[in-house]
């Protein structure tokens, strides 16, 4: 069993007839012995008394194991929007995402008019040394169509194992006619962590995702921006974390733990008290404790959450951006065998404060709203904007400052997320802007760079990660 803390997206759920069959033979069998549990057993016994009609008497003949799959999902999905089952398939995709390497190509695609286009080839890669380019569209895969393809069961055809080779047809533009590529596969290492430096003093490291490799590729950038600016040269580093849907929980503790000497790094509470868990920083601080500006927004969301939650207990970062997305639950992903696996929300997560980010979020310390194009702001009304977050999410779990009021008798409304929008042109980036202007000292304040700044900051922390005193 894994614990592991995902982003807010879903997978498609599929799973077979047989293990759930064997989960109701199990279930009847121990019913006969534990009286206790009558009224649930008696409640499966509705469950097969629906079964059979419905396979009798459905208009059309079932796919007997839709109607379990559906059961099983109808279930997990009642529970909150995060708990899901997931098909053998479907978790082998789950690790492949979470591992970060696979067999494949290397390139970042999207699907345009039925046809899949190439976002960009990935560096020292099959596709790359191939000769694929941004704006490619791949027509064909082994002679065979895309269209009516979906974009990942286009993706799933061009992985593959290692050394065995596909054929793409390419529609290039101001090329007449389509042509074909061979491409061997490799290994393609996702990297999750995209770095540059801003001037001569000023790392910029941009963290999509927290996978097995985002912590060993965040050192790995740090060091190398050490030796091409000099580390007396760097005025501080900015941490990216906007859009970052989360990820492994063991990863966000690590990539939090590279910039803390001590104190905790978050907690981890289930049902029960014995199942509270804290992780702790160790010692070593591979910033040298240089200045450290994270940037969030509306789609920063759980392990984005943990880290930007910890720097700001500690006091160690500023935060700069806009409320992040409120995710603050922990999913352990079950192994079923043959059949799968099922995640399902097991614990609440929080910060080293005592904070529950849950269906709330981080404030930034700094509040810089970024500007939306004249385009998107006719496209999206500002009730739509409002509603991102996991307050929006039906069946989502509840804070727990939201539920001990409501006990009270007092009327809450959950609030948490933002706009997730960020320009492409980073002088078009206000949030960026402010950060570089902020380490480089060229504002003393949020209203020099026509931002805000969020009063309400957490108190500090003391070593041992307890609330420290007013």
Do not use: C
């Not at 016994?45 to 059979?52: H, I, M």
């Not at 727990?400 to 959950?414: F, L």
């Amino acid at each position: 069993m894994r614990k592991t803390e995902f982003a807010f997206w879903t997978f498609l759920l599929m799973t077979g007839l047989a293990g759930a069959t064997t989960f109701l033979n199990v279930t009847r069998t121990y019913s006969a012995t534990t009286s206790s549990n009558s009224e649930l057993y008696r409640q499966l016994d509705l469950f097969g008394d629906v079964l059979e009609r419905v396979r009798s008497d459905y208009v059309e003949k079932p796919d007997d194991a839709m109607l379990i799959e559906s059961a099983i999902n109808g279930m997990l999905a009642a529970l909150d929007p995060h708990s899901s089952y997931l098909s053998k398939k479907n978790y082998q995709d789950m690790q492949v995402q979470t591992r970060g390497e696979f067999g494949g190509l290397g390139i970042e695609v999207t699907m345009e008019n039925g046809v899949v286009k190439v976002v960009s080839p990935i560096d020292d890669t099959p596709a790359a040394k191939a000769g694929l380019q941004a704006n490619d569209l791949i027509t064909h895969l082994d002679g065979e169509q895309i269209v009516g393809l979906t974009l990942e069961q286009a993706v799933e055809k061009m992985r593959g194992p290692v050394n065995t080779p596909i054929t793409l047809t390419i529609v290039r533009k101001d090329v007449d006619e389509p042509f074909d590529v061979k491409v061997t596969r490799d290994i393609i290492r996702i990297n999750a962590v995209k770095a540059h430096n801003e001037g001569k003093d000023i790392p910029y490291i941009k963290v999509t995702t927290f996978n097995e490799q985002t912590h060993a590729n965040l050192v790995k950038s740090i060091e190398k921006a050490k030796k091409e600016l000099g580390a007396e040269n760097i005025k501080g580093y900015i941490i990216d974390l906007r859009n970052n849907p989360g990820g492994l929980l063991d990863q966000a503790i690590a990539v939090s733990d590279d910039f803390l000497d001590r104190g905790a790094v978050v907690l981890t509470k289930g049902r029960n008290n014995e199942e509270t868990q804290r992780a702790q920083a160790h010692p070593g601080d591979i910033t040298d404790g240089k200045k450290i500006v994270v940037l969030i927004n509306g789609g920063s969301a759980s392990a984005s959450e943990i880290v930007a939650g910890a720097l700001q207990d500690h006091k160690r970062a500023t935060i700069v951006g806009t409320r992040s997305f409120g995710k603050g639950s922990v999913q352990t992903i079950i192994p079923l065998g043959a059949n799968g696996a099922i995640r399902l929300t097991t614990a609440r997560y929080y910060t080293p404060s005592n904070r529950s980010i849950q269906a709330k979020g981080i404030d930034p310390d700094i509040k810089v709203e970024q500007d939306l194009p004249d385009e998107l702001k006719q496209k999206m009304s500002a009730a739509a904007e409002r509603s991102r977050g996991e307050a929006s999410l039906r069946g989502h779990l509840k804070n727990p400052e939201t539920e001990d009021a409501e006990k009270e008798g007092k009327e809450v409304k959950e609030t948490s997320g933002s706009s997730a929008y960020v320009p492409k042109e980073p002088e078009k980036d206000t949030q960026l802007q402010y950060a570089l202007k902020f380490l480089r000292g060229e504002v003393t304040d949020a209203k020099t760079a026509g931002a805000t700044v969020d009063t309400t900051k957490p108190a500090g922390v003391e070593a041992d990660g307890e609330k420290a005193k007013n």
